[in-house]
């Protein structure tokens, strides 16, 4: 408790200037004029609050373009006539711009505090373990940048390109080297952080399993498209994973579902996480992803209005099910399945833990909430809302009854208020990326330590799974899929991909179920009503004219806001190399 709380004290102190300054492009940097960064940093409990913030407040315009570029991207997610579904975001995209926005304002706040606690008189361990989280959460921001836009310039100090009048006139710098500088900022960032944090804090193995999953990334920068890795960077991927799984302590939670819930915001699964606060007098420092991906109803102040989209026909397909398949009888072995997507027959006690359904149950009903609307609840919809009969269970915290009971801030949520953590980086993460890492180039391999991190992932989703004596790339590529389904990932997956198998990138994307199934309102309806499920299959049926999309290799390179190119014309042209050891020191 005290934890998550001092993650938001900052926030209070600091609401008004450095939370509330403006965030238009990556050149912003936190407004100084208000306080006096120099009397400010004087203890180490003064240093904590300091860098809090940036656990969440800088993060928050982001929250829409994770899911739309990470999940509806990679056809993960269905959201209806988006351009992020048919591949066609241009420069002016609003949930773009705020994404990049958001991105280079992380960078920015980091910058400064970072340099605002080299002067803290407090304890060198404290002013360390701060400065250290600083760069762990701009590595973070640099890596969705690269992965996202491709050649980017480097800010390595908002206030020297302020004071030498350089700000409208960076130049991009080749992907190469910000990987370079990402690993760089990491390495800092692991001499200055604990081996072992605080729950919910960043530490030595937080940033290392970033740099491990940087090394995957940039394993294939060089590869030029033939299928190629650079084993030496695989090699320290798997070297830095697996010092992560042997040596930090860190374990998987023994049901996955509960990393995803309000109690369990500091759980050490999680190796990174935007830790939110329902604190209604501030804004930017919540969650609000389950105003976009929750139903109409399912919490009490009527800002939910993602029913309408949901988990694609793809991703169900993925797990094994089918909208189309009777509940009673679904093949649902995979626990991860009910714990990213609600289908047919679905309940859940950990949501609306407040209420009884018809049975006597308490928690959520699915089918009971479309269709129970006067009877059950706050007020559902009346009718299935998803095309594709399924809607979201992750990034929702339920009704107002379970945040008040569960959340470990101790604040009631509200409208577009929550404090539900949102996990970045995850152990199982690291786990896939040491098994591919091994892997390499060879397509499949017979080592136990990968097919072990491999098992251990898949054994806790799908109880029944077997230990494999081979795993292969495709194995890895898929388990990915299911186990980071809906957490802003999978479309990164695809770029990481096409750095050096970029026909192999486009041939699955056009290949996927993008699009809505017919008639499922009707089936679902008559088995509420009825308990009968009867497929009608001439008008039951998935929308097969539905448009592949029009995908090449620039579709891999988001188009970088209009607004940050009219302000710096540089940016339309070609990327300089900078050799960033030589250039840039912390």
Request: glycine share 8%; proline share 3%.
């Amino acid at each position: 408790m005290k934890t998550i709380k001092y993650l938001y004290i900052a926030c209070a102190l600091t609401a008004g200037t450095v939370l509330m300054s403006s965030c238009n492009d990556f050149l912003d940097r936190p407004a100084e004029d208000s306080y006096n960064a120099g009397t400010f940093y004087k203890d180490d409990n003064q240093c904590v609050q300091g860098v809090n913030y940036l656990y969440n407040s800088p993060w928050y315009d982001f929250q829409r373009g994770f899911i739309k570029v990470g999940e509806v991207m990679s056809g993960n997610y269905y959201w209806s006539s988006s351009p992020y579904m048919t591949l066609t975001v241009n420069s002016t995209d609003e949930d773009l711009t705020n994404m990049s926005n958001s991105l280079w304002s992380v960078v920015a706040h980091a910058n400064t505090v970072y340099n605002n606690l080299k002067g803290a008189s407090a304890s060198q361990a404290v002013k360390n373990q701060c400065m250290g989280e600083c760069l762990a959460w701009k590595a973070m921001a640099y890596f969705f940048l690269v992965r996202s836009f491709g050649d980017v310039p480097i800010i390595h100090d908002n206030s020297k390109k302020l004071a030498d009048g350089s700000y409208s006139s960076v130049s991009r710098v080749q992907k190469s080297d910000v990987y370079d500088y990402i690993i760089m900022t990491l390495e800092k960032a692991m001499e200055l952080l604990p081996r072992k944090g605080n729950p919910g804090r960043i530490d030595y193995y937080s940033a290392e399993g970033l740099l491990a999953k940087v090394y995957l990334y940039k394993s294939g920068v060089k590869a030029n498209g033939n299928g190629q890795r650079d084993a030496g960077d695989l090699n320290k991927a798997a070297m830095y994973a697996k010092d992560v799984i042997d040596n930090s302590g860190r374990e998987l939670m023994s049901n996955y579902s509960d990393v995803f819930r309000l109690q369990n915001a500091l759980n050490r699964e999680c190796l990174f996480s935007w830790l939110w606060t329902a604190d209604a007098s501030m804004w930017t420092v919540q969650n609000t992803l389950q105003s976009d991906l929750g139903m109409q109803g399912f919490d009490e102040f009527g800002d939910c209005w993602g029913g309408y989209n949901g988990p694609s026909i793809d991703l169900q397909e993925a797990f094994g099910v089918s909208p189309v398949e009777d509940p009673s009888t679904r093949s649902d072995v995979d626990t991860r399945r009910k714990a990213t997507m609600m289908m047919a027959g679905d309940f859940y006690d950990y949501f609306w833990t407040d209420k009884t359904d018809n049975r006597g149950r308490k928690g959520f009903n699915y089918l009971e909430f479309l269709y129970n609307a006067n009877g059950y609840g706050a007020g559902g919809p009346g009718r299935l809302q998803s095309a594709t009969g399924a809607n979201c269970v992750k990034h929702l915290y339920g009704d107002a009854y379970d945040h008040k009971t569960y959340a470990v801030d101790g604040i009631s949520a509200s409208n577009m208020h929550s404090s539900l953590a949102t996990p970045v980086l995850r152990l199982s993460d690291i786990y896939l990326i040491y098994a591919e890492a091994v892997i390499g180039n060879n397509g499949s391999t017979t080592d136990a330590s990968a097919i072990d991190a491999y098992y251990k992932v898949r054994s806790r989703a799908i109880r029944s799974a077997g230990r494999p004596t081979s795993i292969s790339w495709e194995d890895v590529w898929k388990e990915r899929r299911l186990e980071l389904a809906i957490e802003g990932d999978r479309w990164y997956d695809f770029v990481r991909r096409s750095y050096y198998d970029v026909a192999g990138s486009i041939r699955e994307l056009k290949q996927q179920k993008r699009g809505a199934f017919y008639g499922l309102n009707t089936l679902y309806k008559n088995y509420y009503d009825s308990h009968a499920w009867n497929v009608d299959p001439s008008t039951m049926h998935y929308a097969t004219d539905t448009q592949a999309p029009n995908v090449s290799e620039q579709t891999f390179t988001l188009p970088f806001p209009s607004q940050d190119i009219v302000f710096n014309g540089n940016l339309q042209k070609g990327s300089v190399h900078v050799d960033v050891r030589s250039t840039y020191a912390y």
